[in-house]
Nanobody, 123 residues
Framework: QVQLVESGGGLVQTGGSLRVSCAAS????????MGWFRQAPGKEREFVGA????????YYADSVKGRFTISGDNAKNTVYLQMNSLKPEDSGLYYC????????????????WGQGTQVTVSS
């Protein structure tokens, strides 16, 4: 049973930083792409970025490029999303997800999902 568990969300001021984590278990993830999505109330789930477990492939949404960094720790089966220079519009429920195709950017391309962790950026 594949499980993805996010942690590390919280409240931060504009311009601040936060790191959220996603611990994966119950499967072999070396061939997967691990993605991060976010969803604000009343809005669609939005792609943030993704990384391949080999660490060679990372890609981001334009809205976060240069501010957010995704990395992975194979030994811990954990993926991290480091968020810097946060803005109020970055607020939302952040989900990690796993897909078996490189370049995946839409929710329907991802097979497994975590329960989400809340990030709130105050102005």
């Amino acid at each position: 049973q594949v499980q993805l568990v996010e942690s590390g969300g919280g409240l931060v001021q504009t311009g601040g930083s936060l790191r959220v984590s996603c611990a994966a278990s119950g499967g072999t993830f070396q061939n997967y792409v691990m993605g991060w999505f976010r969803q604000a109330p009343g809005k669609e789930r939005e792609f943030v970025g993704a990384v391949g477990w080999n660490g060679l492939l990372t890609y981001y949404a334009d809205s976060v490029k240069g501010r957010f960094t995704i990395s992975g720790d194979n030994a811990k089966n954990t993926v991290y999303l480091q968020m810097n220079s946060l803005k109020p519009e970055d607020s939302g429920l952040y989900y990690c997800a796993a897909a078996n195709k490189a370049g995946s950017r839409t929710p329907k391309e991802y097979d497994y999902w975590g329960q989400g962790t809340q990030v709130t950026v105050s102005s």
